[in-house]
């Protein structure tokens, strides 16, 4: 709050900044973007915005058009801060960023003032700025001071605001997208983040291998320029510790840079050195590590002046923080005319191999997908990139097939070619020396392994290597029907195939309604709706049905007859998500927001909640997200440091931690769980969490991957194919083949037992051909292995996922694993 007001005083009293709210964050706090430019450039700002679009688009521009903008354009340069909130550097060096901008009076500022628009955004996680600063301040001169915030710096994602950035699930992500991808489509983007503390002070671009092949080769060229010239002003102004390359690669990664530089932006990284918030830290020399094949403290061409270790302050990270941004923009000032051009050459490529090779088009079928609901997100989503669509209207026949009125085609020949490929294809991440370490074994990607949207989505999209002929109409703005819901005497029937049909299951219960589930696949006026479909009573409010039909997106259908189906009322269990400190858990926050988007009521659930042995009395499902079990148990700082050194693989040391945040439900709590468990409750289990029940109930269930080497087992973040038993009812609406996330993940084995039938597996790995984007080795070890499994344990049940389902909020294909079993 107190950077908004600053940055409002400066707005008062100088002409060449400008001070815009675009919109109000997560939690009700203002979201502010500053312009910074010459007075004259500010009057004119909408002039330039048009001219950094035609540069981007040169479609019918002619050479003389494209010189004249080059001329008489600016450089667009977008700096952001602070996205990741304990990473406050950023914020701090915004301060003097502006205020030596609209201040200065040399030549060199002058420069950028006439030849540059610079879009600054003090901070884009303005909620966890506040959180941070407050934590920070009443722990100030205790023995806590500088130790981490206890829960996620953003109310729901955390350190994963920096993965949504293709999904667009948080407001603050659809502002800077909608500020970089589509309003002004910049030339220049920095995000300045800080990473650890003991390895080079500075990283500044360029990135290291592997690369994203879809980026245009000029884009890494500028990379490097730019790179270049702030190493030379940080060496000039005697920094140390400062890299390129290691450890930062120019693979894919969910986040804003990544996606600009495959909308042509040449989008950089600056990652400074971490201190205790804003406490120093002393680091010792020999502490000081390297990373891909980098000594620590040895010098190299991409690292000639080391730092020798010592105290390491917050002023450092502002100061050279300060520098390597206004290095950049010194650099787009003098080589504006070069920048703006470039930006010219690589969006005319782009649309040139559009044309000349294949693929030419994109299909994107509705009414055949196995959730019409996702297919229509997946075009959402492109509209939201700014990426031009399509709909034909009338038959559109490519090669052997015939696509129906109303499909949405997306064609190559658009500025953001590149884009489309990387996340509409089919990833196949590289299995190289750049992701080998010496001993051949596999390096972990940055992020995910794949990008590939659809199969995130569960949407299938057709590449076509054929040229189209057809009436296409482009689409803009909202691409969801407008549903009118008739009234009905006999009822009406929504699919279970939509992900979006528990939102409306939801809103009748919520309203006091009923709903039932059919118990067979029925097919109405040639529209199958497959087991599990719901049911609604005529008595509903017509009102109200048609509301939610339009707020979720999904037809709800009047019935002209009688139901001739057997069906089920829905019982919806009361969902408790528990809850931890240590820093939060961003697998718990993507749970809370998936349910809030569909509907779902939820308790949050605490270690006195569980240990208080009351349970029963609040919830009926509960729900462990994603975790390390030693964080759920918390049973010691010792034993969670001991778990995650060997996870990790290196010393874990946790920082001082407030005894009222050392959260944990301790061996007590986990007997307390067992008796929710064995008296009736269902407890469901993500990913990692598994351990915790399959030890804690001793189930008849190894985990091979455990001891499995990286060589002979490797699967980093991949999407892998699972064949479905969709008349499971934890599998309702379904189709028969699905996609899953292998997310840090493991490999579950069913061993032989007494009672083998308490145990079903809806959801299993097929025997072969296992991998449908990423990167997999040693796929025998998957073969046919279940991926979820459902479990009988005294009168309760327990559903283990040996995968994330709901990844990021991203992975909309099994969303509904999690839904089928709160509404049953």
């Known amino acids: 709050d107190k950077i908004v007001e600053y940055f409002k005083h400066l707005a008062e009293n100088s002409n060449r900044i400008k001070v815009v709210e675009l919109g109000k964050s997560t939690e009700g706090n203002p979201f502010i973007l500053a312009y910074i430019s010459s007075p004259e450039n500010l009057r004119d700002l909408e002039k330039y915005r048009w001219i950094s679009h035609r540069l981007a688009d040169p479609r019918g521009l002619s050479e003389g058009d494209v010189e004249r903008f080059v001329k008489e354009g600016k450089v667009v340069f977008v700096i952001t801060n602070s996205l990741h909130a304990t990473e406050v550097g950023g914020t701090q060096m915004s301060i003097e960023l502006a205020y030596k901008l609209v201040t200065g009076e040399d030549e060199t500022t002058k420069e950028i003032l006439d030849n540059v628009i610079l879009l600054l955004f003090p901070c884009i996680n303005p909620d966890g700025q506040i959180m941070v600063v407050d934590w920070y301040y009443k722990y100030l001169g205790t023995e806590y001071e500088g130790a981490s915030l206890p829960w996620l710096y953003h109310k729901y994602v955390g350190h994963d605001n920096n993965r949504d950035a293709w999904m667009l699930t948080q407001v603050e992500s659809n502002l800077i997208a909608d500020a970089i991808y589509r309003f002004w489509k910049p030339q220049v983007f920095i995000d300045n983040h800080q990473m650890g503390s003991y390895g080079a002070r500075l990283y500044i671009p360029p990135f290291y291998d592997p690369i994203c092949p879809e980026v245009d080769p000029l884009v890494y ?25 290691p450890p930062y690669t120019a693979e894919m990664l969910a986040g804003f840079l990544d996606m600009a530089n495959l909308m042509n932006v040449c989008a950089m990284l600056t990652e400074s ?49 300060l520098i390597s941004n206004l290095a950049a923009l010194e650099l787009a000032a003098r080589m504006k005319d070069t920048i703006l051009r470039n930006m010219y050459i690589k969006a005319k490529r782009n649309i040139e191999k559009g044309l000349n090779e294949p693929p030419y088009a994109y299909a994107i079928p509705i009414d055949s997908q196995a959730d019409p609901g996702a297919a229509l997100k997946m075009v959402e989503l492109l509209l939201k990139w700014g990426v031009e669509v399509f709909v034909c209207e009338g038959e559109v026949k490519a090669g052997n097939r015939v696509y129906p009125s109303g ?41 995910t392994a794949t990008f590939t949207v659809p199969d995130y989505l569960g949407v299938k999209v057709d590449v076509l290597d054929v040229k189209l002929e057809g009436v296409f109409r482009r689409v803009d703005g909202n691409v969801y029907p407008v549903y009118n819901v008739s009234s009905s005497d006999y009822g009406y029937i929504v699919s279970s195939a939509y992900n979006s049909a528990f939102g409306v299951v939801n809103g009748v219960l919520n ?34 049905l048609e509301y939610l039909s339009n707020v979720y997106h999904v037809p709800i259908v009047p019935l002209k007859c009688k139901l001739d189906v057997d069906v089920c009322e829905v019982k919806r269990l009361r969902v408790g998500i528990y809850q931890r400190y240590y820093g939060g858990n961003m697998d718990e926050g993507w749970t809370r927001w998936i349910l809030e988007q569909h509907g779902f009521p939820y308790e ?15 919830i009926d499902l509960l729900i ?85 080497d990286p060589k002979e087992f490797f699967c980093p973040s991949t999407i892998l194919k699972v064949n479905v038993d969709n008349t499971h009812p934890l599998c309702y609406g379904m189709p028969k083949l699905a996609y899953v996330m292998y997310h840090n993940s493991m490999i579950l084995e069913l061993v032989p037992a007494f009672n083998n039938e308490a145990f079903q597996t809806p959801m299993t790995y097929p025997e072969s051909d296992i991998m449908q984007s990423g990167w997999l080795i040693g796929e025998k070890y998957l073969s046919r292995k279940p991926a979820l499994i459902d479990v009988k344990q005294g009168k309760g049940r327990i559903v283990l996922y040996a995968f994330r389902p709901q990844f990021r909020g991203q992975t909309l294909g099994t969303f509904k694993t999690i839904f089928n079993a709160i509404i049953r």
Not at 224 to 242: D, H, I, S, T, Y
Not at 282 to 308: A, I, M
Not at 526 to 540: E, R, W
Not at 604 to 618: A, H, P, S, T, W
């Open 273 to 321: 050195a971490s201190v205790k918030i804003a406490t120093p830290i002393y680091v010792h020399k020999h502490q000081l590590t390297g990373n891909r094949g980098r000594v620590g403290d040895k010098k190299q061409y991409s690292f000639p002046n080391p730092w020798p270790g010592g105290w390491w302050r917050l002023k450092d990270i502002v100061r050279q923080q």
């Open 407 to 447: 499909t949405y085609f997306v064609f190559a020949a658009q500025p953001y070619r590149g884009l489309l490929r990387y996340l509409l294809e089919k990833t196949i991440y590289p299995d190289n020396e750049w992701t080998r370490a010496r001993d051949g074994t596999p390096i972990r990607p940055y992020d």
């Open 511 to 544: 309203s006091g309604g009923r709903v039932f589930r059919i118990l067979s696949p029925i097919t109405i006026d040639g529209n199958v709706y497959p087991l599990g479909s719901f049911y609604i009573p005529s008595d509903v409010n017509q009102s109200l």
């Open 221 to 245: 060229r500028e990379h490097q320029w730019f790179g270049g010239f702030m190493a030379v002003k940080l060496e000039e102004a005697g920094c140390q510790g400062v890299e390129g390359g």
């Open 624 to 708: 462990f997200a994603d975790d390390n079990p030693a964080l759920i148990l918390g049973e010691s700082k010792e034993a969670i440091e001991k778990a995650l050194s060997e996870l990790y693989r290196r010393p874990v040391v946790l920082p001082p931690i407030p005894p009222e945040y050392m959260s944990g439900i301790k061996k007590e709590g986990l007997e307390k769980v067992k008796d929710f468990v064995n008296n009736g409750g269902t407890l469901l289990t993500f990913n990692s969490s598994c351990e915790l029940a399959i030890d804690a109930f001793k189930l008849p269930i190894n985990i091979p991957s455990k001891k499995l």
């Open 604 to 618: 949050v659930i605490r270690d006195k909640d569980i240990v208080d042995g009351k349970l029963m009395e609040k």
